[in-house]
């Protein structure tokens, strides 16, 4: 069967040219990069050049650059090690309603532990407001985190201006970027940033590796205890063959930044052009234009259920996904659209395509002829539906 991926904001394959690269670190440079003999030495030498790779992408010193198992570790280690970190300067920390689960529970398990959190709304197109943030600005507030750009609906929010007001506040501002790294430009000057979190499965690296951005002489207090690796930021072996795989992945990213925008907009307008012109009762979710990732699609259709859309796609090989894949699974509306006011039931029927630099035009040919007949028949069961058609008759 034909099979067409369209989830590359729930992970993506890692590019063959990285995964060259890692085999080497497995079984031929494989020393630990702690060690003195020239096996560590080489696996060092390797570990130190992806950090330069990473830092690049972001505007960044390597030194600034700790790796971690991922987006959710870096996400607990910039949030709880701020808290820890700044437990005697204030306890009040803000973030946005439509964060990542790995900041929200994390924020939410600070709270039950004595700390107040503000959660900030958005808009009807999934932004928040920066004049919200300097509302719930207090004098005991130690940490501000807001994520660049939405795993869900692609809304990418004024980070810059909100780095702007923490740092005139001396507020720490922590940035979650998984979903931008590789796709708009980040550079953690400009925006102010003292910690941001990537992620390396999100751009074309193995799964399992990411890192947190520290700006120079922010602290925060490790997580994880033990041998001191990550300057005592975060203890144990390091993943090197992962490491050195993301660190490529963020080279070939920056190399590629602006071709795959250019391939990613043009597929992304086609396939939401097509589902307007071929479905009615269709909702966009998001911002149009530059306020949104290049790679995301994000409609409401109405009269449908999410998970049947997915499940008749997924039959015909097209992967897509309903709100974010932490919560597919489960059948609770997603909690972003429900934050931009979408009522539960238009969250229910909400699909996520989020493309890739492999997906074609012809890619998106085929979802735009298989979508609307799925839709219909989807429809002709829905009890609803046969409602609202009636209704209109009628009138
Ligand atoms: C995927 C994702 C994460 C989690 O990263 P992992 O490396 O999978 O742990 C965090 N934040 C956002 C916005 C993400 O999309």
Redesign the pocket.
């Known amino acids: 069967m034909r099979r067409v991926y369209l989830d590359h ?3 993506t394959p890692v590019d063959v040219e990285v995964a060259t690269l890692m085999m080497t670190y497995y079984t031929e440079k494989y020393g630990n990069p702690s060690s003195v003999h020239s096996f560590g030495r080489e696996a060092k030498q390797a570990l130190e050049e992806a950090r330069k790779q990473v830092a690049e992408l972001i505007g960044a010193t390597p030194s600034e650059v700790t790796f971690t ?5 870096a ?1 607990n280690l910039a949030i709880i090690g701020t808290a820890e970190a700044l437990r005697k300067k204030g306890k009040h920390i803000i973030t946005s309603s439509i964060e ?1 689960h ?2 929200l529970e994390t924020c939410e398990y600070l709270e039950k532990n004595g700390l107040d959190l503000t959660v900030i709304p958005v808009d009807e197109e999934g932004i928040l407001s920066v004049e919200d943030v300097r509302k719930a600005i207090r004098p005991d507030t130690i940490l501000i985190s807001v ?1 660049h750009a ?2 869900e609906v692609g809304s990418i929010q004024p980070i810059a201006e909100i780095g702007k007001l923490a740092k005139e506040h001396g507020i720490t501002f922590h940035v ?1 970027a ?2 931008s790294l590789g796709k708009i430009p980040i550079d953690v000057n400009e925006m102010n940033v003292d910690l941001l ?1 990537v ?4 751009i074309y690296g193995p ?4 890192a947190l951005y520290v700006r120079k002489g922010v602290r925060v207090v490790p997580l994880v205890h033990g041998g001191g690796q990550e300057k005592k930021r975060r203890s144990g072996t390091e993943n090197t063959p992962g490491i050195i795989g993301f660190g490529k992945a963020c080279q070939l990213a920056g190399q590629r930044m602006a071709e795959d925008a250019e391939h990613h907009t043009k597929l992304r307008d086609k396939l939401i052009n097509g589902i307007l012109q071929s479905i009615d009762h269709v909702k966009v979710n998001g911002p149009m234009g530059d306020k949104r990732l290049p790679n995301n699609v994000n409609v409401s259709i109405r009269f449908v259920e999410g998970e049947s859309l997915l499940l008749s796609l997924d039959m015909l090989g097209i992967s897509a996904s309903s709100g ?1 894949a932490c919560t597919s699974g489960s059948l609770d509306p997603s909690h972003v659209l429900l934050a931009m006011g979408l009522v539960h039931e238009i969250a229910h029927g909400s699909l996520r395509f989020t493309l890739g630099r492999q997906n074609t035009e012809e890619e998106i040919d085929y979802v735009l002829e298989q979508l609307p007949k799925i839709v219909e028949r989807l429809r002709m069961m829905s009890p609803l539906y046969d409602q609202v058609m009636h209704i209109k008759e009628a009138q």
């Not at 992620?199 to 999100?202: P, T, V």
């Not at 799964?207 to 990411?210: D, F, R, S, Y």
């Open positions: 904001s729930a992970t198992s991922g987006g959710t570790e996400d990542h790995a900041v994520m939405n795993n979650d998984v979903q979190t992620s390396s499965h999100k799964k399992g590796v990411g974010s």
